[in-house]
């Protein structure tokens, strides 16, 4: 069987493809870092194009997770909206992002808008009500 096949046929669980892809050593790939991680001499195999589900499902674990505390915050506490975003970010994305990645994001934090204004972009009249 092709070392690809072995990835996702569609009868794994989610699980089992990442473990795949981790037993194969292609876990980290991106795509732009593999002749990084592989080396040159892979050009020309599946593997120098790759890009992993597994990365890609860690980054949505971690969206899930800034989601998650961010409605959680909007809906508990008073903290303004830009201070919701940023104690949801450091939480879910702070660990992951270099330090330029970090100070951007922070900057932009401090131009999110209001409570009220996030409330119309949801269509929603009440956060802590609607949400609760």
Same mark, same amino acid.
Request: proline fraction near 1%.
């Given at each position: 069987?092709?070392?690809?096949?072995? $990835?996702?046929? %569609? !009868?794994? !669980? +989610?699980?089992?493809?990442? +473990?795949?892809?981790?037993?194969? %050593?292609? @876990?980290? $790939?991106? &795509?732009?870092?593999?002749?990084?991680? +592989? %080396?040159?001499? &892979?050009?020309?195999? @599946?593997?120098? /194009?790759? *890009?992993? *589900?597994? =990365?890609?499902?860690? =980054?949505?674990? @971690?969206?899930? *997770?800034?989601?998650?505390?961010?409605?959680?915050? +909007?809906?508990? /506490?008073?903290?303004?909206? &830009?201070?919701?975003?940023?104690? *949801?970010?450091?939480?879910?994305?702070?660990?992951?992002?270099?330090?330029?990645?970090? !100070?951007?994001?922070? &900057?932009?934090?401090?131009?999110? %808008?209001? =409570?009220? @204004?996030?409330? /119309?972009?949801?269509?929603?009249? #009440? $956060?802590?009500? #609607? $949400?609760?």
């Amino acid at each position: 069987m092709h070392e690809k096949s072995k $990835l996702w046929n %569609g !009868t794994e !669980t +989610l699980q089992q493809m990442m +473990l795949s892809e981790y037993q194969l %050593g292609i @876990w980290n $790939l991106n &795509a732009k870092n593999n002749k990084k991680k +592989l %080396g040159k001499e &892979a050009k020309g195999t @599946w593997q120098y /194009t790759y *890009s992993s *589900s597994c =990365r890609a499902i860690q =980054r949505m674990v @971690w969206l899930m *997770s800034f989601m998650a505390m961010l409605f959680d915050l +909007l809906v508990n /506490t008073d903290k303004t909206f &830009a201070v919701c975003c940023g104690d *949801s970010y450091k939480h879910a994305f702070g660990a992951h992002h270099p330090y330029v990645i970090q !100070t951007a994001s922070w &900057a932009v934090i401090k131009w999110v %808008g209001s =409570r009220e @204004w996030m409330s /119309t972009q949801l269509g929603i009249k #009440d $956060l802590k009500v #609607d $949400l609760a």
